[in-house]
Each structure stands twice: as C-alpha cells, then as structure tokens.
C-alpha cells in the first residue's frame, strides 16, 4: 500500500481567530498540512508559487474587486482549487471562480471533508489503481451539460465550480468511460438515460 | 511450415518477410496483409510464386512491397534512411491512394451498413443516435481524404515531376488525425460496452471485429503517412530548392 499524500493548504482571511481555528482544525487531520494562513491577499498571491499549495481556503472578501471569478482567469492560482470560507451566506455570483464552499459555521469533520472531496475530485487520475469505474453523481451531471451542447466555461458557471474542475471532471469521465469525443459522449449519456434524445438537437 | 500468431506485436526483423519466400507464405505469416496485397494491384490465385516473381509481374518494386509489408506486420518497423531514398514517390502515392478507394468504396460501407443492421435488431429507439454518429465519423475521415487527394497527393507528384515548382512547401500537411481515430475509438467503445444486450449478439461481434480490423489498418495506414510519405516530402522539398 503507498502512503496517502499529505496535501498543502494555504489559508488567507482578514481574521486572525479565523485563521487559528481552521489551522487547528485542518491539524487535527494527517491528510492535510497548514503551509501557510495570512490576511495578506496580495503577499500570499506573489508568494503563491513558491508556497505551491495543493489547495487555497480564501475568504471572498480578500479578492480585490474585479469581475467575479476572474482572480481565476490567469495567473498564479489558474489550476489550484480554491475554497472559499464565508461567515454569511453570499449570493451566488460572488462565489464564481470557486471550487467549494465552507462555513465557519460548519461542523469542523464537515470542513475537513469537503477539502478532501474537493482535492480528490480535482486529483489528476490515478494510473492501475483499482478504482471504480461508475461513474460519480457529479461527474453524471458534467456528462450531462457535455451532452446538451455546453462549453467548459458555461458548464464551470452553471455548476458554480472552476474551468479547471470541469476539465479534470472530463478527464475522468474519458478514462472511467474510454470515451473522448464530445458526440461519443453524447451516445453515452442517451444510452444511459441520462439525457433524452430531444434534449439534444 | 509453422504460422505465427496475429497481432502480437513481435519485434522486426530484416529476414523474415523476404523476396524469395512464396506470396502464400507471406500471407501465411500475416493475414493482414491480404488487403495490403490486393491495395499493390497483386491478384490472390498466385500459386507458388515468390515475392519477387509477383513483383516483377505486377510492375511492384520489391524494395516498396516488403517495405509496406513490414510496416503492417511489425509495431517496431522503422524504415532505413537508404530504404526510404529507394521509394518511388509515384508507386508510394498511388498505394496510399487505392487503399483510400479501398476504406471508402468497401470498409467503411460495409460496416455502415453491418452497423445499420444491428442498430434495427436491438430494442430501443435511442441507439439510432448511433447511425448518426458513424456519419459523422465517415464525413470526417472522407474529409480527410478528400484533402489528402485533392491537395497533398497532386502536390508529391508535382515534386517528383521533371518540372517541380519552387518556393513553395506545403506547411497544413502533418494534419492531426487524433479527432477521427478517437471517434473511431468511442464508437468501439460504445458498441463493446454501452449498447444495451438484446441486440443481434452476432452481428454485434461481428461489427466489432470490424471496427478493430479497420482500427488497425488505419493505424498502419497513418504510419505509411508520417513514417514514409512525410520524410519523403521534406527530401523532395529540399532537393527542388537546392536546384
């Protein structure tokens, strides 16, 4: 058996309790290693491929004003995926660009669990491991939006999730599956029940 | 006389398929090959003649005939620099252009059809999606086609020609075939693994059987492209400019 990865996190929000309490939550685990937890967006954005976090916890209120999820569009943070922590609900348009949602409010094996899902979700797949070959709920919905026409861009804004989410989905669609194409697919998901043949046209 | 199996990769060597053996030995060897035979303008009913006695017949040069052999029996064939100077661009082109005939006129209608049949066989209505797609692959790969003969085969032969035109090179010709052979690949993948049972068990194996032998034999068809049609542009290339 190889040894599970030991993922690197960064954390950046304005609170200092807030930073303490999530590092103390995320130590709690093995999986998961606090590389670094500041409120300084912009420092922690020069330092970001150095720090080469597995994943970014990021308080939206850092990101400076711009177009919703567009600190996503280039740059450093383009293929790491991003959680955000929020302390009220937000609408949704102001979470674009982010992979996961946690609350402060949320149970602390919530917050642990949903980083995991994430990193595993985003994880580039795995050669001859014995996984399975079914394919996840989510990654049915993906397949779906693949079916009815849709463009990476479209599909990451419809399930709020980013760009790159959407393509590893994909990927992992591909290789559970052994189908590429995009009309391949299609077949797929009618065969399966998926989509109906009316959606499609 | 001992036969080898099929599509084991087995690693190349100089003296298996020779000029001297039997034309039945050769195909004996590797039953691939009898389409390739029939691409090289060579009629089956040989009898006992050598590879080298149906080349002469057939106005093949051997050097060309075991060379395509090679490349549809062994994965690991690389042609030699001094093999690939011994190709006649006209003889190469006219090869690559039958077996373009030989998928679009044959295979490929065949098995359109074959496919159709077991599309009717099974039980639900969505797997007429499925006609549709092979369709799309045909229009696709006849697009490819198209391309190759009407812009890249006049284009060698211009080259080789006594009058070859100058300054002028052909930059869109390593076009990517990835898109058409994935198709190809989903639609294997689909019929193995997706098309729900109840539909015609032996017409089903029989398509498949298709689809992999035609997978292959394009795949052996894009290696005489990029192994031997694409250097032997570039070396006419350079030759016409340094005139």
Same mark, same amino acid.
């Given at each position: 058996?190889?040894?599970?990865?030991?993922?690197?996190?960064?954390?950046?929000?304005?609170?200092?309790?807030?930073?303490?309490?999530?590092?103390?939550?995320?130590?709690?685990?093995?999986?998961?290693?606090?590389?670094?937890?500041?409120?300084?967006?912009?420092?922690?954005?020069?330092?970001?491929?150095?720090?080469?976090?597995?994943?970014?916890?990021?308080?939206?209120?850092?990101?400076?004003?711009?177009?919703?999820?567009?600190?996503?569009?280039?740059?450093?943070?383009?293929?790491?995926?991003?959680?955000?922590?929020?302390? $009220? $609900?937000?609408?949704?348009?102001?979470?674009?660009?982010?992979?996961? %949602?946690?609350?402060?409010?949320?149970?602390?094996?919530?917050?642990? %669990?949903?980083?995991?899902?994430?990193?595993?979700?985003?994880?580039?797949?795995?050669?001859?491991?014995?996984?399975?070959?079914?394919?996840?709920?989510?990654?049915?919905?993906?397949?779906?939006?693949?079916?009815?026409?849709?463009?990476?861009?479209?599909?990451?804004?419809?399930? $709020?999730?980013?760009?790159?989410?959407?393509?590893?989905?994909?990927?992992?669609?591909?290789?559970? %599956?052994?189908?590429? %194409?995009?009309?391949?697919?299609?077949?797929?998901?009618?065969?399966?029940?998926?989509?109906?043949?009316?959606?499609?046209? | &006389?001992?036969?080898?199996? +099929?599509?084991?990769?087995?690693?190349? @060597?100089?003296?298996?398929?020779?000029?001297?053996?039997?034309?039945?030995?050769?195909?004996?060897?590797?039953? &691939?090959?009898?389409?390739?035979?029939?691409?090289?303008?060579?009629?089956?009913?040989?009898?006992?003649?050598?590879? @080298?006695?149906?080349? @002469?017949?057939?106005?093949?040069?051997?050097?060309?005939?075991?060379?395509?052999?090679?490349?549809?029996?062994?994965?690991?064939?690389?042609?030699?620099?001094?093999?690939?100077?011994?190709?006649?661009?006209?003889?190469?082109?006219?090869?690559?252009?039958?077996?373009?005939?030989?998928?679009?006129?044959?295979?490929?209608?065949?098995?359109?059809?074959? +496919?159709?049949?077991?599309?009717?066989?099974?039980?639900?209505?969505?797997?007429?999606?499925?006609?549709?797609?092979?369709?799309?692959?045909?229009?696709?790969?006849?697009?490819?086609?198209?391309?190759?003969?009407?812009?890249?085969?006049?284009?060698?032969?211009?080259?080789?020609?006594?009058?070859?035109?100058?300054?002028?090179?052909?930059?869109?010709?390593?076009?990517?075939?990835?898109?058409?052979?994935?198709?190809?690949?989903?639609?294997?993948?689909?019929? +193995?693994?997706?098309?729900?049972?109840?539909?015609?068990?032996?017409?089903?194996?029989?398509?498949?059987?298709?689809?992999?032998?035609?997978?292959?034999?394009?795949?052996?068809?894009?290696?005489?492209?990029?192994?031997?049609?694409?250097? +032997?542009?570039?070396?006419?290339?350079?030759?016409?400019?340094?005139?």
């Amino acid at each position: 058996m190889s040894i599970p990865k030991k993922y690197k996190v960064v954390i950046a929000d304005p609170s200092e309790t807030v930073l303490s309490g999530l590092k103390e939550i995320i130590g709690r685990t093995d999986r998961l290693a606090v590389v670094e937890a500041t409120d300084d967006y912009h420092s922690m954005r020069d330092r970001f491929p150095v720090l080469a976090p597995d994943i970014l916890i990021l308080n939206p209120s850092m990101v400076p004003f711009s177009p919703y999820g567009s600190f996503r569009d280039n740059g450093v943070m383009k293929d790491c995926p991003v959680v955000s922590i929020l302390y $009220h $609900h937000l609408p949704a348009n102001l979470l674009k660009g982010f992979d996961e %949602t946690v609350s402060i409010y949320d149970p602390s094996h919530t917050i642990v %669990t949903k980083l995991l899902s994430v990193l595993e979700r985003t994880a580039e797949p795995v050669q001859n491991s014995e996984d399975h070959y079914e394919l996840t709920d989510r990654e049915k919905e993906i397949l779906v939006s693949v079916a009815r026409g849709m463009m990476n861009k479209e599909i990451a804004d419809q399930h $709020h999730i980013s760009i790159h989410t959407v393509i590893s989905h994909r990927k992992n669609i591909s290789r559970k %599956t052994g189908i590429k %194409t995009v009309s391949g697919l299609t077949i797929y998901a009618i065969l399966n029940g998926l989509v109906d043949m009316k959606d499609i046209e | &006389m001992e036969t080898q199996p +099929l599509q084991q990769p087995k690693e190349y @060597a100089p003296d298996i398929l020779t000029s001297e053996m039997r034309l039945a030995e050769l195909v004996d060897t590797n039953y &691939m090959l009898l389409p390739v035979i029939e691409r090289l303008g060579i009629s089956l009913g040989f009898g006992e003649i050598t590879v @080298a006695e149906a080349c @002469a017949k057939y106005k093949v040069s051997t050097g060309f005939f075991l060379l395509v052999c090679n490349i549809h029996t062994y994965n690991s064939f690389m042609p030699s620099a001094k093999e690939l100077e011994a190709i006649d661009p006209r003889e190469l082109i006219s090869y690559l252009h039958n077996s373009h005939e030989y998928y679009s006129n044959r295979q490929i209608p065949r098995l359109r059809e074959k +496919l159709e049949s077991l599309v009717e066989s099974c039980r639900t209505t969505q797997t007429g999606i499925l006609n549709k797609f092979m369709a799309g692959y045909q229009a696709e790969l006849f697009n490819h086609f198209r391309y190759e003969e009407e812009t890249v085969f006049p284009y060698v032969n211009e080259l080789a020609s006594d009058n070859p035109p100058k300054g002028y090179s052909i930059e869109t010709f390593e076009k990517n075939h990835d898109n058409i052979e994935e198709k190809l690949d989903d639609l294997k993948n689909i019929i +193995l693994k997706y098309l729900p049972s109840g539909c015609d068990e032996s017409l089903r194996t029989e398509v498949l059987f298709d689809l992999y032998r035609l997978k292959d034999d394009l795949d052996k068809h894009t290696m005489m492209e990029n192994l031997i049609l694409i250097p +032997l542009v570039s070396r006419l290339e350079k030759e016409t400019s340094a005139r």
